[in-house]
């Protein structure tokens, strides 16, 4: 006989994942602050989008109030509204006589990152952000 259980009975988590991001400009090496942030969620691939609500990063560049996400929940969708951020940096270079950059608008206004998530983890996505890159990475 068997000792290991049937794999359709083992307990399953059913606390939902939870998500946590912040900004870094990586062309300054500091936080970016009061850029909104919108979390959407859906349950399956061809699922359609929630949009779950939203939130602004702080002093720190960190986004500390984004919703709950549901029961569920196997895809989350960050959008960043990275445009304000980057022209008010930019006019703020100009104005302390800062070189010229090559161009005088945000190459990346919005930056949209969808990713999976298992139920009862958490995941931190940061997001490294430059005037013409951006990069993203689970951290913990």
Do not use: K
Request: glycine content about 10%; charged content about 20%.
């Amino acid at each position: 006989m068997s000792t290991r259980p049937d794999p359709g009975s083992e307990p399953r988590d059913h606390t939902p994942a939870s998500v946590s991001t912040h900004i870094l400009d990586t062309s300054v090496g500091r936080p970016a602050p009061d850029v909104a942030v919108s979390l959407a969620a859906r349950g399956g691939s061809g699922a359609a989008w929630a949009t779950l609500g939203g939130s602004r990063t702080d002093a720190d560049g960190r986004c500390t109030h984004l919703p709950a996400l549901p029961p569920g929940t196997t895809h989350v969708r960050l959008d960043f509204t990275t445009g304000p951020y980057l022209t008010s940096r930019t006019q703020a270079e100009e104005r302390q006589d800062a070189p010229a950059l090559r161009d005088s608008g945000a190459f990346f206004p919005e930056v949209t990152v969808t990713f999976a998530v298992t139920p009862g983890e958490h995941f931190h996505v940061p997001l490294l952000l430059n005037p013409f890159g951006y990069s993203v990475y689970r951290g913990s």
